[in-house]
């Protein structure tokens, strides 16, 4: 059996990630937030340890596991979304509790440390992006991100643990957040709302959760290079694409108002990730079509709002 410490456990990501490794030889500790209202999300199992941290005290990690680990999963990060993902502070505060993470691995002797890095990174781009793209990010999320990945991989090489950097574009999936445009779109069709949109010609592409847990865990068990990671699926097309399979999926008859909201000033933006390195290092591959995981999404979503 194999030692795995996750922060973030009741995340998106965690929750799923915690599922799929219990299919596997791992004890597992879950680092929550003190008092955490989410922990009913996580699976029974005697595998499981939780562990109640707040993210500020993330150091004291090695305090409370009396043993030594494996792999160190790092993905509990404040201010992922709307306002907050361009405040200074908040972003800084994050990078500062990830080099903790960092600190803990060492002190747990991890041989692996695995973060939660983002296509914000990136920054703007019209064009499909790999991993030796140059990274321009524009805001404090994506800016704090890219720190924590150059000075986490600095400091990882210097006590000799190997890192693993997945970059995830725009991922979807059963219980995944109420604001993502996907959810929003859904509730809406399921309702026949009228929807305002842009003129969704911006390239884009979904991955679903699901796919994108396996490939974590294959960074963790393959023999694979140092670094970052682009997760994304083989299916990059028009956004406007993907809204008229959502509109088919859920019958809807709502208004589909393209152009009604305008791009913002800084310009149309495209998701193209380029996710040849991640298949070629660790033999991974996204099996879940896009029209397979979102009606699994719309049939959960039907269910939690009452829609026959």
Known sequence: MKNIVITGATSFIGVYLIEELLNSDYIIYAIVRPNSKNLDKLPKSDKINIIEIDLENISEISNRINQNCDVFVHLAWNGTRGLMRDDKDLQNNNYECSIAAINAAKNLNC?????AGSQAEYGLNNC???????????????????KAFIDGTALCEKYGIEIKWPRFFS???VNDYDGTLLISAIDKMLFNEDMNLT??????????????????????????????YNFGSNDTRQLKSFIKDLTRYTETKSNILYGTIPYPE??????QPNILKLKKETNWEPIISFEEGIKEVIISRKKRLGVK
Do not use: H, R
């Not at 041989?111 to 973060?115: A, R, W, Y």
């Not at 003129?199 to 970052?228: H, P, Y």
């Not at 800084?266 to 998701?271: F, R």
């Open 128 to 146: 499909e992006v790999s991993e030796t793209t140059e990274c321009k990010p524009v805001t404090e999320y994506g800016k704090n991100k890219l």
């Open 111 to 115: 041989k692996t440390f695995v973060g």
């Open 171 to 173: 991922l979807y999936g």
């Open 266 to 271: 800084t310009g149309m933006v495209s998701v």
């Open 199 to 228: 003129e969704c010609i911006q390239m884009w592409n979904f991955l679903n959760i699901k796919d994108a847990v396996k490939g974590i865990v294959n960074l963790i068990e393959k023999d694979c290079s140092n670094g970052a």
